[in-house]
T-cell receptor, first 110, second 116 residues
Framework: EDQVTQSPEALRLQEGESSSLNCSYT??????LFWYRQDPGKGPEFLFT???AGEEKEKERLKATLTKKESFLHITAPKPEDSATYLC???????????FGTGTRLKVLA | DAGVIQSPRHEVTEMGQEVTLRCKPI?????LFWYRQTMMRGLELLIY????????DSGMPEDRFSAKMPNASFSTLKIQPSEPRDSAVYFC??????????????FGAGTRLSVL
């Protein structure tokens, strides 16, 4: 069964304190892995997509990496505006649907 | 581009009433997805359409839920009769079929449903 597990469930960081969020997955053939950011009261906002092991993507203070079993979202020198829930999803080969993890709630304190 | 548009943003209804949620996908997208989000279960896929045809409805909880896509620019999710356990945020997302980067899903702002 295709499955996505995110850890930790919640994370509190001081401004400037770098850290990483984990997304472990099992899927019968990976078509793509997706990271989204969700702010309270809003829909998920697309951040990155990764397609093969070893691939990396960067955007401002965020960097996503992918192996055959997991993905990391690295946050370098975070700011309070990075506070949000970060969602990971996988898409299996032969389908267009995503399977989402339950997310990591990130709080960055000034 | 206006993005995915959902209406209403908030819906409060009484148990037993019919509820209809609406979605307008991004123009040119040919896949549409309905999700439900709760604190307990996170984001769950209910149903998705390709070219207006339902492809996978295995996530629809029970016969009280139904979804239609009469054309490429409009979809509805209906709950009849509604129950308090249906209270959740319902999201619609759309994407283009095909390989990367077309298979990225873009989400609407959601409809917060409260069934009293």
């Amino acid at each position: 069964e295709d499955q996505v597990t995110q850890s930790p469930e919640a994370l509190r960081l001081q401004e400037g304190e770098s850290s990483s969020l984990n997304c472990s997955y099992t899927v019968s053939g990976l078509r793509g892995l997706f990271w989204y950011r969700q702010d309270p009261g809003k829909g998920p906002e697309f951040l990155f997509t990764l397609y093969s092991a070893g691939e990396e993507k960067e955007k401002e203070r965020l960097k996503a990496t992918l192996t055959k079993k997991e993905s990391f979202l690295h946050i370098t020198a975070p700011k309070p505006e990075d506070s949000a829930t970060y969602l990971c999803a996988v898409q299996a080969s032969g389908t267009y649907k995503y399977i989402f993890g339950t997310g990591t709630r990130l709080k960055v304190l000034a | 581009d206006a993005g995915v548009i959902q209406s209403p943003r908030h819906e409060v209804t009484e148990m037993g009433q019919e509820v209809t949620l609406r979605c307008k996908p991004i123009s040119g997208h040919n896949s549409l997805f309905w999700y439900r989000q709760t604190m307990m279960r996170g984001l769950e896929l209910l149903i998705y359409f390709n070219n207006n045809v339902p492809i996978d409805d295995s996530g629809m909880p029970e016969d009280r839920f139904s979804a239609k896509m009469p054309n490429a620019s409009f979809s509805t999710l209906k709950i009849q009769p509604s129950e308090p356990r249906d209270s959740a945020v319902y999201f619609c997302a759309s994407s283009s079929r095909g390989g990367p980067p077309q298979n990225i899903q873009y989400f609407g702002a959601g409809t917060r449903l409260s069934v009293l």
